[in-house]
């Protein structure tokens, strides 16, 4: 079993920056890719952020300039540091791998999710 921990969310006023980090656990035999999406309230849920394990990066356009995403893989642990944040920011923010659990076989996990408000 592979589970996703996401941590980090938080009110922040505009202007401010949050950090997000997300750690795998479980039997991974390798991490593909990590990222993150996030879902306003009445909207779909959009892509924020990838990154694979060697470090190629994809932004939405929304967010590029302002943040920022990295990978520890010795960790196993997905970072997006967000700058200059506005209110359009706040959604709820999810953390998904791409995991290679054994030699044949890959498996898509999502975590719980974390609030980011951004709010004067």
């Known amino acids: 079993q592979v589970q996703l921990v996401e941590s980090g969310g938080g009110l922040v006023q505009p202007g401010g920056s949050l950090r997000l980090s997300c750690a795998a656990s479980?039997?991974?035999?390798?991490?593909?890719?990590m990222g993150w999406y996030r879902q306003a309230p009445g909207k779909q849920r959009e892509l924020v952020a990838t990154i694979s394990s060697r470090g190629s990066t994809n932004y939405a356009a929304s967010v590029k300039g302002r943040f920022t995403i990295s990978i520890d893989n010795a960790k196993k642990t997905v970072y997006l540091q967000m700058n200059s944040l506005k209110p359009d920011d706040t959604a709820v923010y999810y953390c998904n791998s791409l995991v290679r659990i054994s030699i044949i076989r890959d498996l898509e996990v999502w975590g719980q999710g974390t609030l980011v408000t951004v709010s004067s």
């Open positions: 479980g039997s991974i035999f390798n991490i593909n890719t």
